[in-house]
């Protein structure tokens, strides 16, 4: 059983800067793909980031090139997404998503994510 578990969500003001952190509970060694998505209410599910683990690179969405940053800790066995310049439209809630195994495509759909975790909900005010 694969458990993510996510932190660093909460309230910030357009222009601002939040931190999010996905730990995963397996082995570090374990080869994956792991992604940041989000979904607001009443909008489906977007991908936002996505990194590999054994790979160097990182994939974006349009939306928030230039001002998130997606990063891996091996050893913490843990995925970060840097969030700066904020924005209102980035409110939503976020989820870290895990795909194990030797693909290393960063997948921009959901359906390629075998693990997911609660979410946290990400709210940016004016």
């Known amino acids: 059983q694969v458990t993510l578990r996510e932190s660093g969500g909460g309230l910030a003001q357009a222009g601002g800067s939040l931190r999010l952190s996905c730990e995963a509970s397996t082995r570090t060694s374990f080869n994956r793909i792991m992604a940041w998505f989000r979904q607001n209410a009443g909008k489906e599910r977007e991908f936002v980031a996505g990194?590999?683990?054994?790979?160097?690179?990182?994939e974006y969405a349009e939306s928030v090139k230039g001002r998130f940053t997606i990063s891996r800790d091996i050893e913490k066995n843990s995925v970060y997404l840097q969030m700066s310049s904020l924005k209102l439209e980035d409110t939503a809630v976020y989820y870290c998503?895990?795909?194990?195994?030797?693909?290393?495509?960063?997948?921009?759909?959901?359906?390629?994510?075998?693990?997911w975790g609660q979410g946290t909900l990400v709210t940016v005010s004016s």
């Open positions: 990194i590999g683990w054994r790979r160097d690179g990182a």
């Open positions: 998503a895990a795909r194990f195994g030797n693909d290393d495509n960063l997948y921009t759909s959901g359906g390629y994510y075998h693990h």
